[in-house]
């Protein structure tokens, strides 16, 4: 990371365990102009056998916190990948419902214990809808501490759909 931006409240032991090749997919996908929330989606559909290039489309519009500061785009493309395996299409599959809040819970959960936010406002201390904020933003280059951020997602994300425990309980009507 080419910044001294420290995220207040990041647990640094648990980022200090952090694959580093998570961490350089994310890098990739920066530099490659791509959104938080599409690094994110894409990871967890290529998981999962899904399409990456709808998968990308799909989750363009959620980064910088849907442009607003809000939801971090890791934990947006994080939570769709998650409805990819624990989602519902209809009342049959309802029941799955109850095993997605279960997991897009856990993953609210030890994001929070790991960066310590789960908003990009809060993460970069300033939001990205405001122009001189913005500007803050990229002038101390607080988002190359999202490379990070990104890769310690994708490792949450990777455990919650490597979890086989609630698969047996899982409702399928196709």
């Not at 648990?14 to 690094?39: H, I, T």
């Not at 299409?89 to 310590?116: M, S, T």
């Amino acid at each position: 990371m080419a910044t001294d931006y420290k995220i207040k409240g990041m647990n640094w032991d648990l980022m200090e365990k952090v694959d580093p090749a998570l961490v350089e997919e994310g890098a990739e996908a920066f530099a490659n102009e791509l959104m938080c929330s599409q690094c994110a989606f894409v990871h967890g559909a290529r998981m999962l056998g899904f399409d990456e290039e709808q998968a990308l489309l799909t989750s363009s519009g959620f980064g910088w916190g849907m442009q607003h500061g809000e939801r971090c785009g890791a934990v947006t493309g994080s939570l769709m990948a998650l409805g990819l395996k624990y989602g519902y299409r209809n009342r049959e599959e309802f029941p799955n419902y109850k095993i997605l809040k279960k997991k897009q819970a856990e993953f609210d959960r030890r994001f929070l214990e790991g960066v310590g936010a789960l908003t990009c406002r809060e993460i970069l201390q300033g939001n990205y809808a405001v122009e001189k904020e913005r500007a803050a933003i990229y002038a101390e280059k607080r988002y190359d501490a999202c490379e990070l951020v990104m890769g310690y997602a994708l490792s949450i994300l990777e455990d919650l759909l490597r979890d086989t425990s609630d698969d047996e309980a899982l409702v399928r009507s196709k």
